[in-house]
């Protein structure tokens, strides 16, 4: 609790560091801000020709099928690979400066939460323009999802940011498990698709529900089955829950080990 | 914790693992198993002290006595491997100066970046915005980006920010070793108005003059446990006086002893009025630049000197304009006769900016018999901000040098107004022009 309240006393240091990388990113740039839209849109025009052109997945309107997955994925991604680096990136604020450690971590998933909750913007115009019919319930859901993804993002992204401080190949080793984990979710393909065998393993992935509620309310124009919500909260709060834990627990010797 | 207490740390223990080679990766995890091997270093052992609120501490010891590393543990960058660490109210610790700015944002935003570091909220930057622009004296280039500053104005923002966060205590490490002498007098004087609002200050400093003209009280640490708390003054002698003996126990040179120590110890001795013969401080000073800055026939020796404005305290910071007295004292070997004065002013550089003596001023020479004194007044110093150094010399009318002793002192000179260049040339204007008083 003590924790909570002094990240909160700390909010403006959030929201100064993910401007500051916000507006870094695209510094000097041509288009500047913009490739914050101009990227998905080119990513899409990309999986598009390869999915719909040469490796034909047999799904229709496979282009927003495939979007609506990937923009959310992109965002987990991120805070995988680039959450396990994230404070050792910063460890002249750390080995000189106090001030909650939670706080890189936390600036930094935001800030990738931030990009995609653009990219979301080109995501639902494209959605609406394919024809789907979006649902009152489905839009209500969405911030809900959005959150639940978020805080799952943010525990792992608390877990390996302490933990590659300590063992530094897992930057390395993180950055080929998001490779696997893309083929291990139904973003490229439909679950339908996977062998009824592994089907009780490959439900194990805790990032299916929420790419499957996403995808019910922008592809399928429904209102993501409750269960499957359900389900997502639930694995959201335990991986933040464990972040937390185990982020505390590692902080104490930052200083000392970068 | 009572009432009256800022500070407490009790039985505090730290202790860093010290690797031989250090592998972190799996590979050397797994195949260099005994690659591994460290010993454990205890860098503070189970001290114990408390400090009062409205106290200015000053933390002392050579490199590596664990000062730096208390000072972490007070300020909650790192935990403690036993004992532990109270503080009432809000901590800001100065370690670092610019945390967080950014080249490509203005003045402006990194203010807001870097007071945010410090834990301050929106509303408490905004009320101290004016003060910490007044402060850096940055008005005009508040709103450039930051990239486009110079190394001394990125650290009057980064100072001027650190400086004005208010905190109940406030912990600094080394850094008012920033910007040009005027800037660090500023600095110096900020730092008073803090500590009389009662504000508790830690510090953690080489300069023991610095610890002495801001603290009530100095801690001394040596091989991680307190060798002396009291008064600067009496901590500071027994401090000098242990450095010296594990000095000379060294040989002389080993030890790594930095330069303001060996100037501080002469004007100390000189103060406590000590015997006037060579004293051991300024053979160290000769013999760590390998005798090469000093040389003479040596019958008679400069034992110290002091510079001072016209009230005779001994200071090494000068405005500017003002009169600079140098008062040398020398020790008798052999009596001498036909004996002349010198003194230099040099640049860090070696440029040679003015040198006289007391011949050349058209002075009768001395006969030397007996140790003494004399002083030399330079009238408005005209040195614009810098580092100089002042060379003394004692010679023989003919211009043999009995004692030459080129890099005696160093003095540093500041200025209030921003005008540049080498030298203050005296000067006034005188125009026609219609005069506008109101520029608004």
């Known amino acids: 609790m003590n924790k909570i309240k002094e990240i909160?006393?700390?909010?403006?240091?959030?929201?100064?560091?993910?401007?500051?990388?916000?507006?870094?990113?695209?510094?000097?740039?041509?288009?500047?801000?913009m490739w914050t839209f101009v990227n998905p849109l080119l990513q899409l025009l990309v999986y598009n020709m390869v999915f719909s052109i040469i490796m034909k997945a047999g799904v229709e309107k496979f282009y927003l099928y495939l979007f609506v997955g990937l923009i959310p994925w992109l965002f987990f991604s991120a805070a995988i690979t680039g959450g396990s680096t994230c404070i050792i990136a910063q460890k002249d604020l750390i080995k000189k400066i106090r001030f909650p450690r939670e706080i890189i971590p936390i600036s930094f998933v935001t800030s990738q939460f931030v990009n995609m909750l653009l990219s979301f913007i080109v995501v639902i115009l494209v959605s609406l323009v394919s024809g789907v019919h979006l649902t009152v319930g489905g839009i209500l859901c969405l911030p809900v999802i959005m959150l639940v993804e978020y805080l799952?993002?943010?525990?792992?992204?608390l877990i390996s940011s302490s933990l590659t401080v300590y063992f530094r190949d897992l930057e390395h080793i993180l950055a080929i498990l998001a490779m696997a984990w893309l083929y291990a979710t139904p973003i490229c393909y439909p679950e339908e698709m996977v062998p009824e065998k592994y089907l009780s393993i490959y439900r194990l992935n805790p990032v299916t529900p929420i790419v499957n509620a996403y995808r019910d309310v922008l592809y399928w124009g429904r209102t993501p089955d409750l269960t499957t919500l359900l389900l997502a909260v639930g694995i959201g709060l335990v991986t933040i829950f464990a972040g937390v834990l185990i982020f505390g627990r590692l902080q104490r010797r930052f200083a000392e080990e970068l | 914790m009572e009432d009256n207490v800022a500070i407490r740390v009790s039985n505090l223990t730290k202790k860093f693992k010290v690797y031989y080679d250090k592998g972190r990766s799996l590979?050397?995890?797994?195949?260099?198993?005994?690659?591994?091997?460290?010993?454990?270093?205890?860098?503070?052992?189970?001290?114990?002290?408390?400090?009062?609120?409205?106290?200015?501490?000053?933390?002392?010891?050579?490199?590596?006595?664990?000062?730096?590393?208390?000072?972490?543990?007070?300020?909650?960058?790192?935990?403690?491997?036993?004992?532990?660490?109270?503080?009432?109210?809000?901590?800001?610790?100065?370690?670092?100066?610019?945390?967080?700015?950014?080249?490509?944002?203005?003045?402006?935003?990194?203010?807001?970046?870097?007071?945010?570091?410090?834990?301050?909220?929106?509303?408490?930057?905004?009320?101290?915005?004016?003060?910490?622009?007044?402060?850096?004296?940055?008005?005009?280039?508040i709103d450039n980006p930051v990239r486009t500053?110079?190394?001394?104005?990125?650290?009057?923002?980064?100072?001027?920010?650190?400086?004005?966060?208010?905190?109940?205590?406030?912990?600094?490490?080394?850094?008012?070793?920033?910007?040009?002498?005027?800037?660090?007098?500023?600095?110096?004087?900020?730092?008073?108005?803090?500590?009389?609002?009662?504000?508790?200050?830690?510090?953690?400093?080489?300069?023991?003059s610095q610890i002495e003209n801001i603290c009530d009280r100095s801690i001394w640490i040596n091989e991680g446990v307190i060798k002396a708390d009291g008064t600067p003054l009496a901590v500071h002698s027994e401090y000098l006086e242990f450095m010296n003996e594990q000095r000379q126990a060294a040989g002389g040179?080993?030890?790594?002893?930095?330069?303001?120590?060996?100037?501080?110890?002469?004007?100390?001795?000189?103060?406590?009025?000590?015997?006037?013969?060579?004293?051991?401080?300024?053979q160290a000073a000769v013999e760590a630049n390998g005798g090469q800055y000093r040389?003479?026939?040596?019958?008679?020796?400069?034992?110290?000197?002091?510079?001072?404005?016209?009230?005779?305290?001994?200071?090494?910071?000068?405005?500017?304009?003002?009169?600079?007295?140098?008062?040398?004292?020398?020790?008798?070997?052999?009596?001498?006769?036909?004996?002349?004065?010198?003194?230099?002013?040099?640049?860090?550089?070696?440029?040679?900016?003015?040198?006289?003596?007391?011949?050349?001023?058209?002075?009768?020479?001395?006969d030397l018999n007996e140790d003494g004194e004399f002083t030399i007044i330079m009238r408005?110093?005209?040195?614009?901000?810098?580092?100089?150094?002042?060379?003394?010399?004692?010679?023989?009318?003919?211009?043999?040098?009995?004692?030459?002793?080129?890099?005696?002192?160093?003095?540093?000179?500041?200025?209030?107004?921003?005008?540049?260049?080498?030298?203050?040339?005296?000067?006034?204007?005188?125009?026609?022009?219609?005069?506008q008083d109101d520029n608004g």
Request: proline share 3%.
């Open chain 1, 8 to 33: 909160y006393e700390y909010r403006l240091m959030v929201y100064s560091l993910v401007k500051r990388d916000l507006r870094g990113k695209y510094k000097g740039s041509v288009l500047g801000f």
């Open chain 1, 152 to 157: 799952m993002a943010l525990g792992i992204a």
């Open chain 2, 27 to 141: 590979k050397e995890v797994i195949l260099f198993r005994n690659r591994n091997k460290h010993e454990v270093r205890t860098v503070l052992n189970d001290v114990s002290f408390d400090i009062k609120k409205g106290e200015a501490v000053g933390l002392i010891g050579h490199n590596g006595c664990g000062k730096s590393t208390l000072l972490k543990l007070i300020s909650g960058i790192l935990y403690p491997d036993g004992g532990s660490v109270e503080i009432a109210g809000r901590v800001s610790s100065l370690l670092e100066l610019g945390a967080g700015f950014h080249p490509d944002m203005s003045g402006r935003e990194n203010i807001y970046i870097n007071a945010s570091i410090f834990g301050l909220t929106r509303e408490e930057i905004e009320a101290r915005l004016q003060s910490i622009i007044d402060f850096s004296e940055l008005h005009g280039f």
């Open chain 2, 149 to 208: 500053y110079s190394s001394g104005m990125y650290m009057r923002l980064a100072f001027s920010v650190a400086i004005n966060v208010d905190a109940d205590v406030l912990l600094i490490d080394e850094i008012l070793a920033v910007g040009d002498a005027n800037f660090q007098a500023k600095c110096f004087s900020k730092l008073q108005e803090i500590k009389e609002k009662g504000t508790t200050i830690v510090i953690v400093s080489h300069s023991l």
């Open chain 2, 253 to 282: 040179k080993s030890l790594d002893i930095p330069p303001e120590y060996v100037a501080y110890m002469q004007e100390r001795r000189y103060k406590e009025n000590l015997k006037l013969s060579m004293i051991p401080e300024q």
């Open chain 2, 295 to 366: 040389w003479g026939s040596g019958e008679v020796k400069i034992t110290s000197i002091t510079a001072s404005g016209p009230d005779g305290v001994g200071k090494r910071l000068f405005e500017v304009g003002t009169d600079v007295y140098f008062k040398v004292h020398y020790h008798v070997e052999k009596p001498i006769k036909d004996a002349v004065f010198g003194i230099g002013f040099f640049r860090n550089s070696g440029e040679n900016l003015y040198g006289t003596n007391t011949r050349i001023d058209g002075h009768p020479n001395f």
């Open chain 2, 380 to 435: 408005k110093i005209p040195l614009m901000p810098d580092q100089y150094t002042v060379s003394f010399s004692i010679e023989y009318g003919d211009g043999v040098p009995v004692d030459y002793w080129k890099d005696a002192l160093k003095i540093d000179t500041y200025r209030q107004t921003p005008d540049v260049g080498g030298f203050f040339m005296e000067h006034d204007w005188e125009y026609e022009a219609e005069r």
